[in-house]
């Protein structure tokens, strides 16, 4: 539908009946007020252009369900509002487009590391550095994230050896031979392997280099503040890394994903371990990480693809000594597919504290199953914002609360299992019906109760248990099966 200069008002309400619209084109009109919720009704949009209008406000959050949309182009109106994060979820986008938008903030990082986007028109006051890597924004003259506590380049030495860098502050000579920078030294600036850092790469973005003897990367934060400190998992994964026989050879995404694999299995005490599994990770007797099962024992699971990339990954105590927080490095396993974690030990830990839910964002993840834990904590909705998951699993955990409506925005769910949590109550939120695919909802054994909404009732594929005593209509309620 493509309407120009005809267009004076609010966009008109019955759009939304127009459910088999691909392609809605208002730009060039006189439209004002807000972009109306019910846009995100017209599920199977791919274009969406509204531009050289007088639009203002705040986006809904509705445009999320727009997960078929290619192409989004709000540029020229009147929008003040930040950019909100929920856009990253349009896993289709490819084309985005708000320049000439008196917008103060910058957008938010994640738009920058959307797979999928590949066009980004912004001005260039709230583009952030993070898009440069990306050639997005290319208009602009960004700055990048060059490393802020390491120089931009060291000698040569071997992989094995540190780069000897004395401590207390580092000058660093800029490319135009006259300007220099003093920068602020750390241990970590002693303990930095060149032949390492620069082929590093983090969930979904990738920094590379031409000359990557000239070019060091800057770790995340996070992992710069633990690598200060001798035995923390990132720091015996480092050491463990930059000693491995292989490492000259290894290719970028292989160095990421040991540095992410070695961090998540040192988080674990060796109490964990099996048997001589620490020393046989440990020494590199355990060579090809694809096949580490039989050394690591039952307590860790590890599945990779035929490239030999992680895609699943589990870890499953069974001594009761465990870990209470994974490690953020898990986002390094950009092909990681499946994650299953049991028995993890703080009982007062919020769930996303103890999983690194921010950075799973950046990996393809379809399973995510957090069970038989000590986690005591709502239900967050930043899993809403995992859109390929197909199967979430949470169940016997001490989660408490009620149900996000957010959930409903996981388009491709089949299996919610929230089964055993005791203390998860109120009622199933109507937006689960928007979950089409999802065929199994457990909550028995849940204080979930009151009555099934029909937009549940009315999902062909679904087998809902619940509890007989607190639902009110599960008779009437086709796929609902009481647990007593």
Same mark, same amino acid.
């Given at each position: 539908?493509?309407?120009?200069?005809?267009? !004076?008002?609010?966009?008109?309400?019955?759009?939304?009946?127009?459910?088999?619209?691909?392609?809605?084109?208002?730009?060039?009109?006189?439209?004002?007020?807000?972009?109306?919720?019910?846009?995100?009704?017209?599920?199977?949009?791919?274009?969406?252009?509204?531009?050289?209008?007088?639009l203002q406000g705040a986006l809904?959050?509705?445009?999320?369900?727009?997960?078929?949309?290619?192409?989004?182009?709000?540029?020229?109106?009147?929008?003040?509002?930040?950019?909100?994060?929920?856009?990253?979820?349009?896993?289709?986008?490819?084309?985005?487009?708000?320049?000439?938008?008196?917008? /103060?903030?910058?957008?938010?990082?994640?738009?920058?590391?959307m797979p999928s986007l590949r066009f980004l028109q912004a001005d260039c006051d709230i583009c952030p550095p993070e898009c440069s890597y990306r050639d997005l924004c290319r208009t602009c003259d960004l700055p990048t994230t060059q490393p802020s506590i390491v120089p931009t380049?060291?000698?040569? /030495?071997?992989?094995?050896?540190?780069?000897?860098?004395?401590?207390? !502050?580092?000058?660093?000579?800029?490319?135009?031979?006259?300007?220099?920078? +003093?920068?602020?030294?750390?241990?970590?600036?002693?303990?930095? /392997?060149? +032949?390492?850092?620069?082929?590093?790469?983090?969930? @979904? +973005?990738?920094?590379?280099?031409?000359?990557?003897?000239?070019?060091?990367?800057?770790?995340?934060?996070?992992?710069?503040?633990?690598?200060?400190?001798d035995?923390?998992?990132?720091?015996?994964?480092?050491?463990?890394?930059?000693?491995?026989?292989?490492?000259?050879? @290894?290719?970028?995404w292989k160095k990421a994903q040991l540095f992410g694999l070695a961090t998540f299995l040192y988080s674990f005490p060796r109490e964990e371990w099996f048997h001589s599994g620490y020393e046989a990770w440990d020494n590199y007797t355990v060579v090809n990480e694809c096949e580490a099962d039989g050394a690591l024992g039952s307590t860790h699971t590890i599945h990779c693809d035929l490239d030999g990339r992680i895609t699943e990954l589990s870890a499953h105590s069974i001594q009761g000594i465990n870990v209470s927080v994974l490690p953020k490095e898990l986002g390094m396993l950009s092909s990681l597919e499946a994650v299953?974690?049991?028995?993890?030990?703080?009982?007062?830990? !919020?769930?996303?504290?103890?999983?690194?839910?921010?950075?799973?964002?950046?990996?393809?993840?379809?399973?995510l199953s957090i069970h038989d834990t000590g986690v005591f904590s709502s239900i967050p909705t930043t899993l809403a914002m995992m859109r390929g998951l197909?199967?979430? !699993?949470?169940? +016997?955990?001490?989660?408490?609360?009620?149900?996000?409506?957010?959930?409903?925005?996981?388009?491709?769910l089949e299996t919610l299992n929230l089964f055993g949590n005791l203390h998860l109550g109120g009622a199933v939120p109507s937006e689960l019906g928007m979950v089409t695919l999802l065929k199994s909802l457990l909550l028995d054994r849940t204080a979930v109760g009151g009555f099934i909404p029909e937009e549940v009732c009315a999902l062909?594929?679904?087998?809902?248990?619940?509890?007989?005593?607190?639902?009110?209509?599960?008779?009437?309620?086709?796929?609902c099966f009481c647990y007593i």
């Open positions: 539908m493509q309407l120009h200069g005809r267009l !004076e008002q609010v966009m008109p309400s019955e759009l939304s009946n127009l459910s088999n619209l691909t392609s809605l084109v208002f730009n060039n009109n006189s439209l004002t007020g807000e972009i109306p919720p019910h846009v995100g009704s017209l599920r199977h949009l791919t274009l969406l252009n509204l531009s050289h209008n007088q809904p959050t509705e445009i999320a369900l727009l997960t078929n949309l290619e192409t989004l182009s709000l540029e020229s109106n009147a929008f003040r509002q930040p950019v909100p994060k929920f856009l990253a979820n349009l896993t289709s986008l490819v084309n985005l487009s708000i320049k000439d938008n008196p917008i /103060a903030e910058q957008l938010p990082p994640t738009i920058c590391t380049s060291v000698p040569s /030495a071997p992989p094995s050896q540190p780069v000897n860098v004395p401590s207390g !502050e580092v000058d660093v000579e800029h490319d135009d031979g006259d300007s220099i920078e +003093t920068l602020p030294s750390t241990p970590l600036l002693a303990t930095v /392997a060149p +032949t390492l850092l620069p082929y590093m790469e983090f969930g @979904m +973005t990738q920094y590379p280099t031409s000359e990557p003897d000239e070019f060091v990367l800057s770790l995340p934060e996070y992992t710069i503040a633990a690598l200060n400190f035995n923390s998992p990132q720091s015996l994964a480092y050491r463990w890394l930059e000693d491995h026989p292989e490492l000259i050879s @290894m290719t970028d299953s974690i049991s028995f993890m030990g703080d009982l007062s830990i !919020e769930l996303e504290s103890a999983i690194p839910l921010q950075q799973l964002l950046y990996v393809p993840l379809k399973t197909t199967s979430l !699993e949470l169940q +016997t955990n001490a989660l408490t609360n009620e149900i996000p409506s957010e959930l409903g925005l996981l388009s491709r062909s594929s679904l087998s809902l248990r619940v509890n007989c005593s607190l639902i009110t209509n599960c008779a009437e309620c086709a796929p």
